[in-house]
């Protein structure tokens, strides 16, 4: 691998040089390694489809898989289709991630669409990180699909983050929950420069107790637009939050629209959306530590992006 | 030394100026200085003169000597001039280690945070990884303020109102707080204040009242003269209160 991919590889998946365990490296719309393991299977699709399905056997523990993609070609546009089968009462940490790196002049673009089967009983932290980089004048987008089946009782926990460089994102993520079933999502995104970044969350209740948490942190700076959509859909005894928290800079654009539906006497959905610029106190009382006012609004954003 | 040569201010305030400091002029080079006055008196406002929060219609203010009136906040933080908010202010993912890193202006270890958080009270390791958020209480986000001006550590530290906001049990634990650092402080402390237990650690006390300085002296000229005046009014309806 050379020190762009590494680089790349870095920054999507904190990974220094090529993961213990079970992973699955995508470069450039090839393969750039592959590893199974005795519980994580990892094949070609054979349906005509590009991508890879992931099944991980029941009951398999404390076990990792890293699936990072990387694109340094300009001008590469590419849909992949990930399927996840999780087996029942598996715990298991899931880390994708897309980096490209354009020094090129067309558009390069990534369409991830992942599919979460999660098995009765178990448990998924899905860490997925965006990054773009280059210094031509080629855009980077990305196109997230994340689909996600929460059996009886399954649990998982979705991180997704996008820091700058990233031109344009369209996220879509829609999940039905089954009974005791539990979803929570962190999204964070940072947009600058002319960046458009939509979020489309869209979660479905329909098992009796069970629960979503959907929390957005967004920073749009320069002329950026952002925009958050939150639907939660509860279907029978259930409870659901939303909530959207932006700081909006320059002249940047942010809309939230939150939208709750309740289908049953006993769902229980709450929905929070706030934008706002840094308030003018945070950046006295840092500046009053000695921080220049750049400073202080640097680590006022770190901080709420952390 | 901290200098204030004539200084004023006023503001606007439903189309009308309004002066809210006239002629204050005043040295401060004791270690512990304590400013009381009535509510409204501008009191808070000279302190945010100080501090550069706010600019002074007229008037110079020079610290050791230099003229530090046209200084950014910033650059006053720099020159050794900390300040303590009346209403410390909340940051959602700054935990407390983070700011209190950023007050002493350079990464500190657990350690040291922690020393910086017991001095003021707190049991350190419970808050070390906390965020400075709506999720602590008035009476722990006034104590971590005080921890950031003790992690500065800087010449001059003025702090607007410290029983402000908190419950008359943990300002009395917060008493010991000034009175510790009274014995430890390097720099000199300005502190605006009603608290008698707090004028009474003062080796000055200044008096203002209508946005002028009614009153200088040690606190054993000072505090006897204050009951029945509109300072102390003040002062024992906030105690009765």
Redesign the interface.
């Known amino acids: 691998m050379d020190e762009l991919e590494k680089m790349l590889l870095m920054q999507v998946a904190d990974l220094h040089k090529i993961p213990e365990g079970a992973y699955n490296i995508r470069k450039d719309g090839g393969t750039g390694g592959r590893n199974s393991t005795e519980n994580v299977q990892i094949v070609s699709k054979t349906d005509g489809k590009s991508g890879i399905d992931i099944i991980i056997k029941p009951n398999t523990k404390n076990e990792s898989v890293h699936i990072p993609v990387i694109i340094t070609q300009t001008g590469l546009k590419e849909v992949v289709y990930n399927d996840f089968y999780i087996g029942e009462n598996a715990d298991v940490l899931i880390i994708a991630g897309c980096g490209i790196h354009n020094c090129g002049q067309q558009e390069s673009e990534h369409s991830g669409i992942h599919t979460f089967h999660v098995g009765k009983g178990a448990r998924v932290r899905y860490v997925e990180k965006h990054y773009g980089g280059g210094d031509g004048n080629g855009e980077n987008v990305m196109n997230p699909t994340t689909e996600i089946f929460l059996d009886e009782g399954a649990h998982m926990e979705m991180e997704t983050t996008q820091i700058k460089g990233i031109d344009s994102t369209v996220r879509v993520t829609n999940a039905t929950l089954e009974k005791k079933a539990n979803l929570v999502i962190r999204e964070k995104i940072y947009t600058h420069g002319k960046q458009f970044a939509k979020t489309d969350f869209s979660v479905d209740l329909n098992g009796e107790d069970s629960g979503a948490d959907v929390v957005s942190?967004s920073v749009a700076a320069e002329h950026s637009v952002q925009e958050f959509i939150s639907r939660i859909n509860g279907n029978g005894k259930c409870h659901g939050h939303t909530e959207c928290?932006a700081i909006i800079m320059d002249s940047a654009r942010v809309t939230a629209v939150p939208e709750l539906t309740a289908n049953n006497v006993d769902a229980e959905l709450i929905h929070e959306a706030a934008i706002g610029k840094i308030?003018g106190?945070?950046l006295?009382?840092?500046?009053?530590?000695?921080?220049?006012?750049q400073e202080a609004e640097e680590?006022?954003i770190?901080?709420?992006?952390? | 030394m901290l200098e204030l040569k004539h200084i004023c201010f006023s503001a606007e305030n439903g189309g009308k100026r309004k002066e809210i400091l006239s002629d204050v002029s005043l040295t401060l080079d004791e270690r512990f200085v304590a400013i009381t006055g009535p509510n409204g008196s501008g009191k808070s406002t000279l302190a945010k003169i100080v501090?550069g929060?706010l600019t002074p219609t007229s008037g110079k203010i020079y610290l050791d000597g230099e003229d530090i009136t046209n200084l950014?906040?910033?650059d006053r933080?720099?020159r050794g001039?900390?300040?303590a908010?009346q209403q410390?202010?909340r940051?959602?993912?700054?935990?407390v280690k983070?700011l209190v890193s950023?007050?002493a202006?350079k990464k500190i270890g657990i350690n040291e945070a922690c020393s910086y958080l017991s001095e003021v009270g707190l049991c350190a390791r419970d808050y070390i990884d906390r965020?400075v958020d709506a999720s602590l209480s008035g009476g722990e986000l006034k104590r971590i303020e005080i921890a950031?001006i003790l992690a500065?550590g800087t010449k001059l530290s003025v702090f607007d109102e410290p029983e402000a906001g908190i419950d008359l049990w943990s300002f009395s634990n917060l008493i010991s707080v000034f009175e510790k650092m009274y014995e430890k402080v390097k720099g000199s402390i300005l502190i605006i204040s009603h608290q008698e237990r707090i004028l009474n650690i003062a080796d000055k006390i200044i008096v203002v009242a209508n946005g002028k300085v009614e009153q200088t002296g040690t606190r054993e000229e000072i505090l006897p003269h204050l009951l029945g005046t509109s300072a102390c009014r003040a002062l024992t309806d906030k105690m009765e209160g």
């Open positions: 942190r928290d308030a106190e945070q006295i009382k840092l500046m009053t530590l000695g921080l220049t006012e680590q006022i770190k901080g709420f992006l952390s | 501090a929060i950014s906040v910033t933080a720099k001039i900390s300040f908010f410390p202010v940051f959602k993912g700054i935990t983070d950023l007050a202006g965020e950031t500065r």
